[in-house]
C-alpha cells in the first residue's frame, strides 16, 4: 500500500506542475544533468540501504529490528527523494520541454506520462538495487522455517521476477485506472468541444463526462487488476466451502476468491471492489500454503472486516476532504508568510502531505484494528455470537494468524507499520479484549466518531472550497 501511495502522490506532482503555466526553459544539457542527479541519488540510496542490510544479515543470526528500523527509514527517504526530485527534475527545464517544445499535452495522456518518466525510471533503478536484500530476506526466512534442504516448496525470485512483480502489483495497479481516467479527461477537454460545437452548458457536460468516465474506471478496475496481477480461482473443496459460510455470516457478497500467485515468496491477502459485482477476495499462494485452514480464515474474515465496515469509503472520503482543507487553506497560510506568486499552492502541497504523512496513518491503524476484531469475532465459536463477544478460542486463532504471516513475511513483531501498527501491539489488544469479556462495540464507538469526523471534515472542506471558487470569481 505504501508504494502504491508513493506512485500516486509522484502522479500528483507531476500533473500539478505540468499545469502551471510559464515552465522554466532550460539548456538540454542542464535539465539532462538534474535529470541525471536524480536518477543517480535514487542509486545511490538504494544502493547504500542494501549495503548495510546485508551486512546486517552477515553479523547477526536474524536479522534485528534496529536493522529492519533503519533499513524502512532509509527505503522511505528514497521515496520521499523519488517524489520531491521530480518536482525539481521537472522545474529545471522538464516541465518546458513536455509542454512548449514536444506539446506533448495535445496527445491524449502523452504529456501526463511523459512528465512522470524520470520517477518511473527511479523507482524500477530503485527496485532493482533493492533485489539482493529481498533475496537475502528470504533466504534467510527460509532457513527459520527450516524449509531449505526439505521437499517443502519455498520460493525466491530471480531479479527479473522480482521487478516483475513490482512492476505488476505496484506501478500497473496505480497507472492502468488512473492512466485511463486521465486518457479519457484528455480525450473530452480536446476533442470534447469541437464535437459538442455551441450546445448550451457545454462546459458543465464535459465535467459531468469526464466525473462519470472517472467513477466507471474506478468501479470495474478489479476486473483490469486481477488480469494484470497473476491469478487463479481457489478450487472448489472444504476451505472455499468454509469461507463462502464465513462471508453468508458476515454479509459479504463478492464476485470470486482467487489465489494470489507470487510463486510462494508473499504471505497476503487483500480485497479489491465496491461492489459484490466486481468484488474479489485474494490469498496469497504461500498464505494457503504454509498456514493452517483456521488461520486462513481467521485472515480471510479480516479482510472481510474492511469491506463490511466501508474502510475503503472513508478513506477515499478523507482523500478528498484533506485535499480540499489543504487546497482552500493554502492561500491564507501563504499570505500569513509573506508568500507571492505561487505560494499558496506550495503551502497546499505541504499541507496535504502533512495530513497523509499523519493523518492517513493514524486513521489506517484504526480502521485496522477495528478489522482485526471483527476477525477475531468471526473465529470463535459457531463464527462469533451476535453480541459481538471476542472469544478466547477467537481471539487465540486470530493472534496465531498475526504472528505466522508476520513470520512468513520476515517481520519481527515488535516492527511497527504505519498503516497497521506492531504485530505485538495487535494482537496484545486482542488478547486483552478477549480476558475481559469485551464485544466489537468496544472498537465499533471509537470507529463512528472517526466516521463522524471525517465526514465533518469533508462538509468543511467543501464550505471552504464554495467560498474560495466565488471569492476568486
Given at each position: 500500500m505504501q508504494q502504491h501511495m508513493v506512485i500516486l502522490l509522484a502522479f500528483l506532482v507531476g500533473l500539478f506542475l505540468l499545469q502551471e503555466e510559464g515552465h522554466s526553459a532550460s539548456p538540454l544539457w542542464v535539465t539532462a544533468a538534474v535529470a541525471g542527479v536524480y536518477l543517480g541519488v535514487a542509486v545511490g540510496l538504494?544502493?547504500?540501504?542494501?549495503?548495510?542490510?546485508?551486512?546486517?544479515?552477515?553479523?547477526?543470526?536474524?536479522?534485528?529490528?534496529?536493522?529492519?528500523?533503519?533499513?524502512?527509514?532509509?527505503?522511505?527517504?528514497?521515496?520521499?527523494?523519488?517524489?520531491?526530485?521530480?518536482?525539481?527534475?521537472?522545474?529545471?527545464?522538464?516541465?518546458?520541454?513536455?509542454a512548449d517544445v514536444l506539446r506533448a499535452e495535445t496527445i491524449p495522456l502523452a504529456g501526463k506520462l511523459l512528465v512522470v518518466l524520470p520517477f518511473v525510471l527511479g523507482l524500477i533503478l530503485h527496485w532493482t538495487q533493492e533485489y539482493p536484500f529481498h533475496r537475502a530476506l528470504h533466504q534467510h526466512i527460509a532457513r527459520q522455517q527450516q524449509l531449505v534442504g526439505s521437499g517443502a516448496t519455498w520460493g525466491t525470485w530471480t531479479r527479473a521476477e522480482h521487478l516483475g512483480y513490482n512492476i505488476r502489483h505496484h506501478l500497473l495497479f496505480i497507472v492502468v485506472p488512473v492512466g485511463l481516467i486521465i486518457l479519457i479527461q484528455d480525450v473530452l477537454v480536446l476533442y470534447g468541444p469541437s464535437v459538442l460545437g455551441d450546445v448550451p452548458h457545454r462546459e458543465e457536460i464535459l465535467a459531468a463526462a469526464a466525473l462519470v468516465a472517472a467513477g466507471g474506471v474506478f468501479f470495474f478496475a478489479p476486473l483490469l487488476i486481477v488480469r494484470i496481477w497473476r491469478t487463479k480461482k481457489l478450487p472448489e473443496g472444504p476451505l472455499r466451502a468454509q469461507l463462502q459460510r464465513m462471508c453468508t455470516r458476515l454479509g459479504l457478497r463478492f464476485r470470486d476468491i482467487l489465489i494470489w500467485r507470487s510463486g510462494n515468496v508473499i504471505a497476503n491477502a487483500g480485497v479489491m471492489g465496491l461492489s459484490g459485482s466486481v468484488r474479489y477476495v485474494l490469498l496469497s499462494d504461500l498464505l494457503?500454503?504454509?498456514?493452517?485452514?483456521?488461520?486462513?480464515?481467521?485472515?480471510?474474515?479480516?479482510?472481510?472486516?474492511?469491506?463490511?465496515?466501508?474502510?475503503?469509503?472513508?478513506?477515499?472520503?478523507?482523500?478528498?476532504?484533506?485535499?480540499?482543507?489543504?487546497?482552500?487553506?493554502?492561500?491564507?497560510?501563504?499570505?500569513?508568510?509573506?508568500?507571492?506568486?505561487?505560494?499558496?499552492?506550495?503551502?497546499?502541497?505541504?499541507?496535504?502531505?502533512?495530513?497523509?504523512?499523519?493523518?492517513?496513518?493514524?486513521?489506517?491503524?484504526?480502521?485496522?484494528?477495528?478489522?482485526?476484531?471483527?476477525?477475531?469475532?468471526?473465529?470463535?465459536?459457531?463464527?462469533?455470537?451476535?453480541?459481538?463477544?471476542?472469544?478466547?478460542?477467537?481471539?487465540?486463532?486470530?493472534?496465531?494468524?498475526?504472528?505466522?504471516?508476520?513470520?512468513?513475511?520476515?517481520?519481527?513483531?515488535?516492527?511497527?507499520?504505519?498503516?497497521?501498527?506492531?504485530?505485538?501491539?495487535?494482537?496484545?489488544?486482542?488478547?486483552?479484549?478477549?480476558?475481559?469479556?469485551?464485544?466489537?462495540?468496544?472498537?465499533?464507538?471509537?470507529?463512528?466518531?472517526?466516521?463522524?469526523?471525517?465526514?465533518?471534515?469533508?462538509?468543511?472542506?467543501?464550505?471552504?472550497?464554495?467560498?474560495?471558487?466565488?471569492?476568486?470569481?
Open positions: 538504494s544502493r547504500l540501504n542494501t549495503a548495510l542490510s546485508l551486512r546486517a544479515f552477515a553479523r547477526h543470526e536474524r536479522f534485528p529490528p534496529s536493522a529492519a528500523r533503519r533499513h524502512n527509514l532509509l527505503r522511505h527517504l528514497t521515496h520521499v527523494w523519488l517524489i520531491a526530485g521530480l518536482g525539481v527534475v521537472i522545474a529545471a527545464g522538464y516541465g518546458h520541454l513536455i494457503l500454503e504454509r498456514m493452517q485452514d483456521e488461520q486462513v480464515k481467521a485472515v480471510f474474515a479480516h479482510e472481510a472486516g474492511h469491506v463490511i465496515c466501508h474502510h475503503i469509503l472513508y478513506m477515499a472520503v478523507f482523500a478528498i476532504a484533506s485535499a480540499l482543507l489543504a487546497i482552500s487553506t493554502g492561500g491564507v497560510g501563504a499570505a500569513v508568510l509573506g508568500l507571492e506568486g505561487g505560494g499558496g499552492d506550495i503551502v497546499a502541497m505541504v499541507l496535504l502531505g502533512a495530513a497523509w504523512a499523519v493523518g492517513f496513518g493514524w486513521l489506517s491503524r484504526r480502521l485496522e484494528r477495528q478489522s482485526d476484531v471483527i476477525a477475531a469475532w468471526a473465529s470463535g465459536p459457531d463464527g462469533g455470537g451476535d453480541e459481538g463477544t471476542i472469544s478466547a478460542e477467537g481471539a487465540a486463532i486470530f493472534a496465531s494468524a498475526l504472528q505466522r504471516v508476520a513470520q512468513l513475511n520476515g517481520i519481527a513483531g515488535s516492527q511497527r507499520s504505519w498503516r497497521h501498527g506492531s504485530i505485538i501491539s495487535r494482537v496484545n489488544y486482542i488478547l486483552h479484549l478477549s480476558a475481559i469479556g469485551a464485544t466489537r462495540s468496544r472498537i465499533d464507538r471509537v470507529v463512528r466518531r472517526i466516521k463522524l469526523g471525517v465526514w465533518v471534515a469533508l462538509a468543511a472542506g467543501a464550505v471552504l472550497a464554495a467560498v474560495r471558487i466565488f471569492a476568486i470569481e
